[in-house]
């Protein structure tokens, strides 16, 4: 199996030696992560002193759309799992460049940019001002999506730009569900905020770095998707919002691959995979017919044995968010029976408990727990939490200005090292003529 730079025995080091933790965050992710529950006292402050006269019961909107990309999509994600399925008011994440046709004025358009500079939501926040929606914005003041906000008289709650937005998701999601309060989609009171904060910094304190891996839960949770291929589950809205993030947050701040599913739909798709090449291979069970003896292989020994020590690669690590309060029964019957599937095929799986009383505390612990893992796996794997180089480069690469034509991007690409170009291509039309006398003949069906 693939494991981090230096073996387990050295990622496990790694996260049990507190000096050891902070060299590996020179970012300082785990701070950002840690003040998670400052995010919300200080959102809360800031939608108190923010004018939101615009919005109220008699304004409520045909549907709430959420124009959010990266970090600031989950705040969309989170906003529809705390309404939940039952909201009369339709709430739409969109992270493109383009609204969906039917929206019109009759709606609300909510642009979430921590830095207020993000193409995307800026130029839905444009589109939404032309279509004459309702526009609120969150984002830095004296940002473009700031300015844009003025000039289309929609409200503004600003956003303090320090830290990465992955880091900030609070401050981003709370302004969001203050609106939804307003008019009426939502129950939510500062009782219930303040909760929500004492809960996250509960998880920290869990979840600090001088904490030992194995009293440390997202510690614990990194060491066991070290080196695995996580495919995460969630069958309720709430479980679903913080299985995507988590597969965003391991991306992000582990630089490390994870595969997002929602249940049920993902037990007729993705469950296959517990058949496929990532999870340990079942010993073979050849027919008697079949039985050709120990010396047909014998020539194929020494290099399967040479396969078995060099060639294994990830094993598959299923991670399912339990939310049994929020689950539909069957979605429930589902999430135990994939726990009992995957053990049976020598998969290994976690389970992640989320048990609290309401939907807003079901989600902030488990985010918050989510994010220390994804942090302390980048840590264990010898990587840098904060750097996003990738991304940055990609955004360099997609904004060059250059012209190319189909043949020199071929060519381009047959260049480049590993880069394999492939061209769908139109398949000639052939006939096949069928003799069915003959086929009849030789005991085929009826013609």
């Known amino acids: ?3 981090p730079n230096g073996g387990m025995s050295l990622a496990a080091f790694r996260l049990d030696d507190p000096d050891l933790v902070e060299a590996g965050d020179p970012g300082g992710m785990l701070r950002e992560v840690a003040s998670s529950a400052a995010q919300v006292r200080t959102a809360l402050r800031t939608c108190a002193e923010a004018d939101l006269s615009a919005l109220s019961p008699d304004t409520r909107p045909r549907a709430i759309i959420v124009a959010g990309i990266g970090g600031a999509a989950f705040a969309g994600d989170a906003l529809a799992a ?3 399925v039952s909201s009369p008011v339709q709430v739409l994440g969109v992270s493109g460049y383009q609204l969906p046709g039917w929206v019109g004025a009759a709606d609300l358009v909510i642009a979430a940019s921590r830095s207020g500079e993000t193409a995307e939501p800026l130029a839905l926040a444009a589109e939404a001002t032309r279509r004459g929606c309702e526009l609120v914005v969150v984002c ?10 003025q000039r289309a008289r929609g409200t503004f709650i600003p956003v303090d730009s320090g830290g990465p937005a992955r880091s900030m998701p609070w401050a981003l999601t709370i302004p969001l569900l203050v609106i939804a309060s307003r008019i009426g989609l939502a129950e939510l009171d500062d009782d219930a905020y303040e909760a929500a904060a004492a809960a996250m910094e509960d998880i920290s304190h869990q979840c600090r770095p001088s904490s ?4 440390n839960p997202a510690k614990s949770l990194a060491l066991d998707l070290a080196g695995a291929l996580p495919l995460i589950w969630g069958g309720s809205p709430v479980a679903v919002a913080a299985a995507r993030r988590f597969a965003s947050q391991l991306a992000a701040n582990a630089k490390y691959p994870a595969v997002f599913g929602a249940l049920p739909a993902a037990g007729y798709d993705q469950v296959a995979t ?3 090449p990532f999870v340990p291979s ?5 027919p008697a017919a079949e039985d050709f003896g120990e010396e047909a292989f014998d020539e194929f020994a020494d290099a399967g044995e040479q396969l078995d ?3 294994d690669g990830p094993l598959l690590r299923l991670v399912l968010l339990g939310d049994p309060k929020g689950e539909h029964p069957s979605v429930t019957r589902v999430r135990t029976a994939a726990a009992e599937l995957a053990g ?5 799986v976690s389970e992640i408990a989320m048990d609290a009383d309401t939907p807003l505390l079901r989600l902030v612990m488990t985010v918050q727990l989510l994010d220390y893992a994804s942090v302390y796996l980048g840590i264990a794997c010898g990587v840098d939490p904060l750097a996003i180089a990738a991304i940055k480069d990609l955004r360099d690469i997609a904004e060059r200005p250059v012209l190319v034509t189909d043949e020199g991007r071929r060519r381009g690409a047959r260049g480049q090292p590993g880069h394999r170009y492939h061209e769908v291509r139109r398949v000639p039309r052939h006939r096949v003529r069928v003799n069915a006398r003959r086929v009849r003949a030789l005991g085929g069906g009826h013609f």
């Not at 830095?140 to 906000?149: C, D, F, I």
């Open 309 to 311: 020590e060099t060639g």
């Open 82 to 84: 705390i309404c939940g």
């Open 212 to 215: 030992d891996s194995f009293v």
């Open 1 to 3: 199996m693939n494991t």
């Open 140 to 149: 830095a003041p004296g940002s473009p999506l700031h300015e844009l906000a």
């Open 274 to 276: 517990l058949d496929g």
């Open 344 to 348: 049976a095929r020598g998969a290994e």
């Open 282 to 286: 079942p010993e073979p069970e050849f």
